[in-house]
């Protein structure tokens, strides 16, 4: 392997960490909590590719660090995108794949990996991405 490609290997590992650290902060865990902070963007990130259109989910990976990409696309099946998914459908989703009990519940799971996800991504990203759901997923992911 080359340097180059070490190099690039130790960025999306340090960008994976500090996301994942940014989550375990905001929800006021103690640090180093990753089973619980990858859990609870895997769960969201898969419920958010699910819902969006082909397009966006594309424009959406290419924004994130290597190893969340990764992550992102795991399991994914396009043939079945998007997926009609309503509020309580979304958030019961994010609850089924999250097994850990937080306070807030899944809502302030979903809350908290959208703001970190936001400050990884171009605001006009996440605007379109916000732009491609309906009004009462919105809220739940902009706030």
């Not at 929800?27 to 969201?44: C, D, H, K, N, T």
């Not at 699910?50 to 969340?68: G, I, K, N």
Request: glycine letters at 4%; proline letters at 4%.
């Amino acid at each position: 392997m080359t340097t180059a490609q070490l190099t690039a290997i130790d960025a999306t590992v340090d960008k994976t960490n500090r996301l994942l650290s940014e989550i375990e902060h905001e929800l006021g865990w103690p640090a180093q909590r990753r089973q619980q902070s990858y859990s609870a963007l895997a769960a969201v990130l898969h419920t958010l590719r699910d819902r969006l259109p082909l397009a966006e989910v594309v424009q959406l990976a290419a924004q994130l660090p290597l190893l969340v990409r990764g992550l992102y696309y795991e399991g994914w099946d396009a043939t079945s995108a998007p997926a009609k998914l309503d509020r309580a459908e979304f958030v019961a989703r994010v609850r089924r794949d999250f097994p850990f009990d937080v306070e807030g519940g899944a809502e302030q799971v979903i809350r908290t990996v959208s703001r970190v996800l936001r400050r990884h991504v171009s605001s006009g990203e996440w605007d379109d991405v916000l732009a491609t759901v309906p009004v009462e997923l919105r809220d739940l992911l902009g706030d």
